[in-house]
C-alpha cells in the first residue's frame, strides 16, 4: 500500500482543515510558529530494560506496546482508534476524543512520546524533562515527551488528541544509519508546542492509517515509524549543511531564565536590552544565541507566547472584553492585538472565542 504526505507549504487555515476536516470538526483554530523549549539535547541509551511506576520491567521490543496497554486501562473512556492488536513493531499511536473528561495521571513513559494536539481542553496542566504547561497548546502543536522522563499531567474539559509511542532502540538506529549518529546515544529533548509540518505530516500520516484499520500491514507501520524519526532527528539537529553561529547556542540554564522573565513580564514590555542583561549578554550577542536556540528572534517569541495568554484569556474569561484581553496579554492596544492575532492564528480574536464556545 502506498501513501503520499501532505503538502508541506500549507497556510494556517489549509493545515486546520487538513487535520480536522475530515472529522468534520468546525473548530477552526490553528497557531503556526512556535518556539522549541530547546534546540537540542542528546540523551544516553540506558544498557538496561525500562522500569516502570508499577514495578513491572519491559524489553525494548515490548515498550511501545505495554505503554499503549497501560495506557487504555489507565484513561477511563474507550479511544477512537488504537494499534493495540495490529502487530505493529517500532511504534504504536492511539486517538483519544472525548468530550467533558478530566484526567490525572503521573507516570514515566518508557518510550519517546509523540503528542499531536488536534482539540486542546480548556484546562491543562503537564510538567516533564524541562517543559511546564499552565495552559492549552494549540491546535496542531507537537509534544515530545523522551523516555524516562517523569511526566505529570492534568487536563479538564473536551480534547482530541494522538499520542504516538516510538521504541528508542528504533531512534538511536535511525539516528545512526540514516544521519550518522553515534547508535548508543538518541537525539530525543524535552520540546513543546513545536510547529514542524514535515513531522506533523507523517503523524497525520500515522493517524491515517490507524483510522483506517491498519490496512497497510506491520510493513508500512514500520515505514512511518522510520520517517517519523528521520522527521524528528532533522529537527532536533538542524540542516546537515548549517554551521554553527560564532556565537553559539544560547545555554540551557541561561535561556531558563530568560524565559521566566518574560513570562514573569509579560503584561509589561520586556525590552531586547532588559532580556539581554538577564543572560548577561550584549543586545547583539543575546540576539543571535536566543534565535539560534528557539529558531526565532527574542520580539517574535515574546508575541508568541502573548498570543497564547490571549488564547487562554478568550477561552475562559467570556465576559472580558477584546480591549482588556488585549491589555491583559500585554499588548499596547486593541488594533495591534487583532493583527498579531490574526496573522499567527488565522481567525480574529472574535472568531476563535466564538469556536471555543462550540466546542
Same mark, same amino acid.
Given at each position: =500500500?502506498?501513501?503520499?504526505? %501532505?503538502s508541506?507549504?500549507?497556510?494556517?487555515?489549509?493545515?486546520t482543515k487538513?487535520?480536522?476536516? @475530515?472529522?468534520?470538526?468546525?473548530?477552526?483554530?490553528?497557531?503556526?510558529?512556535?518556539?522549541?523549549?530547546?534546540?537540542?539535547?542528546r /540523551?544516553?541509551?540506558p544498557?538496561? $530494560?525500562?522500569? =516502570?511506576?508499577?514495578?513491572?520491567?519491559?524489553?525494548?521490543e515490548?515498550?511501545?506496546? %505495554?505503554? /499503549?496497554?497501560? /495506557?487504555q486501562?489507565?484513561? $477511563?473512556?474507550?479511544?477512537?482508534? *488504537?494499534?493495540y492488536?495490529?502487530?505493529w513493531?517500532?511504534?504504536?499511536?492511539v486517538?483519544?476524543?472525548?468530550n467533558?473528561?478530566?484526567?490525572?495521571?503521573?507516570g514515566?513513559?518508557?518510550?519517546?512520546v509523540?503528542?499531536?494536539?488536534?482539540?486542546?481542553?480548556?484546562?491543562?496542566?503537564?510538567?516533564?524533562?524541562?517543559?511546564?504547561?499552565?495552559?492549552?497548546?494549540?491546535?496542531?502543536?507537537?509534544?515530545?515527551?523522551?523516555?524516562?522522563?517523569?511526566?505529570?499531567?492534568?487536563?479538564q474539559?473536551?480534547?482530541?488528541?494522538?499520542?504516538?509511542?516510538?521504541?528508542?532502540?528504533?531512534?538511536?538506529?535511525?539516528?545512526?544509519?540514516?544521519c550518522?549518529?553515534d547508535?548508543?546515544? *538518541?537525539?530525543?529533548?524535552?520540546?513543546?508546542?513545536?510547529?514542524?509540518?514535515?513531522?506533523?505530516?507523517?503523524?497525520?500520516?500515522?493517524?491515517a492509517?490507524?483510522?483506517?484499520?491498519?490496512?497497510?500491514?506491520p510493513q508500512?507501520?514500520?515505514?512511518?515509524?522510520?520517517?517519523? @524519526?528521520?522527521?524528528?532527528?532533522?529537527?532536533?539537529?538542524? $540542516?546537515?549543511q548549517?554551521? $554553527?553561529?560564532a556565537?553559539?547556542?544560547?545555554?540551557? @540554564?541561561? /535561556?531558563?531564565?530568560?524565559i521566566?522573565?518574560?513570562m514573569?513580564?509579560?503584561?509589561?514590555?520586556?525590552?531586547?536590552?532588559?532580556?539581554?542583561?538577564?543572560a548577561h549578554?550584549?543586545?547583539?550577542?543575546?540576539?543571535?544565541?536566543?534565535?539560534?536556540?528557539?529558531?526565532?528572534?527574542p520580539?517574535?517569541?515574546?508575541?508568541?507566547?502573548?498570543?497564547?495568554?490571549?488564547?487562554?484569556l478568550?477561552r475562559?474569561?467570556?465576559?472580558?472584553?477584546?480591549?482588556?484581553?488585549?491589555?491583559?496579554?500585554?499588548?499596547?492596544?486593541?488594533s495591534?492585538?487583532?493583527a498579531?492575532?490574526?496573522?499567527i492564528?488565522?481567525?480574529?480574536?472574535?472568531?476563535?472565542? =466564538?469556536?471555543?464556545?462550540?466546542?
Open positions: =500500500m502506498s501513501f503520499e504526505l %501532505k508541506l507549504g500549507l497556510d494556517g487555515e489549509d493545515l487538513e487535520i480536522l476536516g @475530515c472529522e468534520n470538526n468546525g473548530h477552526e483554530t490553528f497557531l503556526r510558529p512556535q518556539p522549541d523549549v530547546e534546540a537540542f539535547q /540523551l544516553r541509551l544498557d538496561y $530494560p525500562y522500569i =516502570m511506576d508499577r514495578g513491572v520491567t519491559w524489553t525494548r515490548e515498550n511501545s506496546l %505495554k505503554e /499503549l496497554e497501560a /495506557l486501562k489507565i484513561v $477511563p473512556f474507550a479511544p477512537l482508534a *488504537t494499534s492488536g495490529m502487530a513493531k517500532g511504534l504504536q499511536a486517538r483519544y476524543r472525548k467533558d473528561s478530566e484526567l490525572s495521571w503521573v514515566t513513559p518508557g518510550t519517546h509523540l503528542v499531536l494536539t488536534i482539540r486542546p481542553p480548556q484546562k491543562m496542566q503537564l510538567r516533564y524533562g524541562e517543559v511546564k504547561r499552565d495552559m492549552p497548546p494549540p491546535v496542531g502543536s507537537i509534544a515530545v515527551v523522551p523516555a524516562g522522563s517523569r511526566v505529570r499531567l492534568r487536563w474539559g473536551s480534547l482530541d488528541v494522538l499520542l504516538i509511542y516510538l521504541e528508542p532502540s528504533l531512534v538511536a538506529r535511525v539516528a545512526a544509519e540514516s550518522e549518529f547508535a548508543t546515544r *538518541t537525539v530525543a529533548p524535552a520540546l513543546d508546542c513545536l510547529n514542524v509540518p514535515e513531522l506533523r505530516s507523517a503523524m497525520l500520516a500515522v493517524d492509517e490507524l483510522r483506517a484499520g491498519g490496512r497497510g500491514g508500512l507501520a514500520e515505514s512511518l515509524a522510520t520517517i517519523l @524519526c528521520v522527521h524528528l532527528i532533522r529537527h532536533i539537529t538542524g $540542516p546537515r548549517r554551521t $554553527p553561529s556565537d553559539g547556542v544560547l545555554p540551557r @540554564c541561561k /535561556l531558563h531564565r530568560v521566566e522573565y518574560i514573569e513580564n509579560l503584561d509589561g514590555s520586556p525590552t531586547l536590552e532588559q532580556m539581554a542583561a538577564v549578554l550584549s543586545p547583539y550577542h543575546f540576539a543571535r544565541q536566543f534565535r539560534a536556540a528557539t529558531g526565532l528572534a520580539y517574535q517569541y515574546v508575541i508568541g507566547r502573548r498570543i497564547e495568554r490571549a488564547q487562554q478568550l475562559e474569561e467570556d465576559d472580558l472584553g477584546l480591549g482588556e484581553v488585549a491589555f491583559r496579554a500585554g499588548f499596547s492596544d486593541q495591534h492585538f487583532s498579531h492575532f490574526k496573522r492564528v488565522g481567525v480574529t480574536p472574535r472568531q476563535f472565542r =466564538m469556536s471555543a464556545r462550540i466546542a
